[in-house]
């Protein structure tokens, strides 16, 4: 079942055409990695992905439902709804620093979702606990350290019961050894079968956990396909360039 499908996609700010083109096919329970240079589009694809930026032409679907074409909003009311169905982690964890770590976590469901406040609270500590951050919902966010509180924006993603996961650059704001802690959570989502959408820098992590890869250059996708054959067997040489600066 296709969850997301965008068709070509363009989005530019000013005289800077930084999407060009686009079209990809996200399926049900599907992990998909973005890579890619500095630059190259990935972060604007997934803000134009989620709505966060309207794109300027071209048509994003969810679950075969049109949200925009060209620049417009086909239901603003479906668009409110459907935006409940994703769970968004940034680089800077943005959690809320006067609210403990479980207020963080259950604030949405219960002001968005309307969720009961004992059954939200109760979700969000089995959340936690699946973090290994039970012992911290207490705590306050100035409290932890980079990999927990990138942890608990995980927990507070999932909280929402989202239908795809969408992760940018989950890592990039974390020294190596934190790094792991994340990788580590999202491969246990992905034995899940959650579906996924990730713009990473981790190479590795992108050929072991990804059932399929997206390489985007210049605004524009170079190549994608299977995680192993798009990584291990790369067939442009803008690929094969930027994966050298890599160690497999």
């Not at 083109?21 to 973005?34: A, C, Y």
């Not at 959690?95 to 309307?114: C, D, K, W, Y």
């Amino acid at each position: 079942m296709k969850i997301l499908e965008i068709s070509n996609l363009s989005k530019s700010f000013g005289e800077l055409e930084v999407l060009k083109d686009i079209s990809l096919t996200v399926e049900k329970g599907q992990v998909v990695s973005i890579i890619g240079p500095s630059g190259s589009g990935k972060s604007t694809l997934l803000r134009c992905a989620t709505m966060l930026e309207k794109a300027d032409s071209g048509v994003i679907s969810y679950e075969g439902s049109v949200m925009i074409k060209d620049g417009v909003y086909s239901d603003k009311a479906a668009i409110k709804e459907i935006k409940k169905k994703f769970g968004l982690v940034f680089q800077n964890f943005n959690l809320f620093p006067h609210m403990s770590i479980l207020r963080n976590v259950t604030e949405a469901p219960i002001q968005v979702l309307g969720v009961e406040k004992s059954k939200a609270e109760k979700e969000g500590m089995e959340l936690l606990e699946k973090m290994g951050l039970a012992d911290k919902a207490k705590a306050y966010p100035c409290q932890l350290s980079g990999g927990q509180q990138q942890r608990v924006s995980i927990a507070r993603a999932l909280a929402m019961h989202p239908d795809v996961l969408f992760f940018d650059e989950p890592t990039s704001a974390l020294d190596p050894e934190l790094t792991g802690e994340i990788l580590k959570v999202i491969k246990e989502l992905a034995k899940d079968k959650m579906t996924m959408v990730i713009v990473t820098h981790e190479m590795i992590f992108a050929r072991e956990v990804s059932d399929y890869v997206i390489f985007m250059n210049g605004g524009v996708i170079v190549e994608q396909g299977e995680a192993e054959q798009v990584i291990n067997s790369p067939k442009t040489e803008r690929l094969k360039a930027f994966l050298s600066k890599f160690t497999a």
